[in-house]
């Protein structure tokens, strides 16, 4: 019973729609969608940059400049850069990663797949990954996108929340539960 709604709220949620309405409309999905990619990568591998645009002390001439010359370097295409201008004008740079993950889901939406979020103790390896999400498309019916974290505090195991349901194999869990048990014991 899953929903055909995506909700993405908040403002974030407003820029995220209308970004994917205007790239829609464009037939330029695609491309924003790979445009986004590279801003995420810059935003993860540059400490000035998420600095840059999480921080109020920038004026919107500075921000409006710098976003300018980054679209320049990353070669993002029109709608991108006018996208991050937008965001510059309206001194918003700080929701840019909250827009990028909205407009992620809508475009997951649009392929008609589902989001699984799966937690492990340890990176899994690319084909731990190509196995789990062929099990996971298997008992939903659906492509299925992971979205994959890593919580050392887990031990061991995963935890896998696709939608409302969630599995949690985790050693944590199990030594958790193993202790409640042992405590009526005796």
């Known amino acids: 019973m899953s929903s055909n709604k995506v909700i993405v709220s908040g403002l974030a949620g407003r820029y995220a729609r209308a970004l994917f309405d205007l790239a829609n409309e464009s037939k330029a999905l695609e491309k924003v969608e790979a445009d986004l990619s590279k801003l995420i990568s810059m935003l993860d591998e540059s400490a000035e940059m998420r600095t840059f645009v999480s921080s109020p002390i920038y004026g919107r001439k500075e921000q409006i400049s710098a976003v300018s010359a980054v679209a320049k370097l990353a070669d993002l295409g029109d709608i991108a850069t006018k996208f991050l201008g937008v965001l510059a004008a309206n001194r918003r740079l700080n929701i840019l990663s909250s827009v990028i993950a909205g407009f992620s889901q809508f475009m997951s939406k649009h392929r008609g797949e589902i989001s699984a979020e799966v937690t492990s103790a ?10 789990l999400k062929k099990e ?11 979205d994959a974290v890593v919580d050392e505090s887990l031990l061991g195991g995963l935890t896998v929340k696709v939608g409302s349901l969630m599995v949690d194999s985790s050693l944590k869990t199990k030594l958790d539960n193993l202790a409640i048990a042992m405590k009526g014991v005796g």
């Open 122 to 131: 340890y990176e899994l390896t690319k084909t731990q990954l190509k196995e």
């Open 136 to 146: 996971l498309m298997a008992s939903v019916g659906h492509d299925v996108t992971i």
